[in-house]
DNA sequence: TGACATTGGTGTCGTTCGGCTACTAATTCG
DNA sequence: CGAATTAGTAGCCGAACGACACCAATGTCA
């Protein structure tokens, strides 16, 4: 299992990376174990992340298997990507473990089975916002509606207009507001939020033929 | 690899199964394999669907991984299952294999695992059919567009209007008319149309908060 | 032969949804 | 105080969507 920890990092995504074994062709890699005993893989892709975040990461999930001839750091004959998100608020990787941050545009040199599974993580990422709390699990518990905006905005590459991203928030019973506000220097205070998806049963909406997105 | 081999038959989705090994607990189980050489997951389930469909599966796409402690019939350790799409005018499957058509919603008994590849499959379909040609991969070549809207109605479980369902799909710039028609007895003989869809730049539309799915 | 059933296909109307502009609110800075 | 900055809202307008009604072309059957 190769693990794909992603975490907001100004204004991108930045992908947690080792210092690869010695005598590696690619100076980092993708952190990785096998699974043990009978652990599920998502149970094994957690204990990863979380010896190296020092936290349990927000969200675990399978992104794909390759078992290509392409070289893997371990020799590893099949490799399962499994997708680990980390909130904004947690800061650096555990000491002493010398993983590091590193900015999904600005990745060094990977092994080649690695790099795509950083490649499929970040594609699952933004296809699965719509359908998965992705966005709320790079937050922290309570947020402004501006900074989930933001995140919103990172993971389509695109703007998004604040009246209209609140009516859509609004109508999806997915926040609450709390009765916290906060004050960031200048500009007025914003309310603090949190994740409440109320169970709401929604009208069935038409079909998309959105196959332009592939 | 477990494969699930998906076609529509009559009023629902129906999987591939062939029966277990001598000594297995369950009678059926789906077909699987391990890669040989440097195969490509996909490309091994390819090989596996058409050896029992006599034709290449229409599509082909990683559902998931399963590595926990649940029985798999081959006693493999780690499965990776693969959905594998049939067209609708592919009928039987190839005859001394002893493989069969079983409708979803009535399947036999299975071992633990395949049935989690099963029902991840069943769940696959449905999330991607708005962004992969999911529905074109269920139909011959060429079809009417009430076949057509008769297998997204399958894939959703709801009923959709057919007004609404042309509007849209006429937007979408996915089909194109031949100018062939089809006469089924009673009605009006329906116009033919072909998968082809048109590099359309489309605007990008308003996110869309939808975890209810879940 | 003509009424009817059946299936294919379209026009249109009212409602909702989404993009946008423009506004108000509350704070810091000078 | 006024300017700048960030938060949050009101409302207009065009596009999209659901529902209904209607027309078209075939088979069935009296």
Sequence with gaps: MDVVTLSPRDDGLAVLLVPSVAGARERWSLPWDGPRDDERLEEAGTRVARALLGATPTLVEQVGAASDGRRHPGGAELSVGVLALSPLDNEAPASGS?????????????????????????????????HSPIAFRLLPATFTLSELQRIYELLLGRRLHKASFRRALQGSFLVEPTDAWRSEGRGRPAQLFRFAPKKRRRASRS????????
Tied chains: 1, 2.
């Excluded at 590193?102 to 699965?128: E, G, K, S, W, Y």
């Excluded at 079909?207 to 592939?214: I, K, N, Q, Y």
């Design 98 to 130: 010398g993983a590091a941050w590193f900015p999904l545009d600005a990745l060094p040199a990977l092994a080649p089975r690695h790099r795509d599974m950083v490649d499929r993580a970040a594609i699952a990422v933004r296809q699965r916002l719509d």
């Design 207 to 214: 079909v998309r033929f959105d196959l332009s997105s592939e």
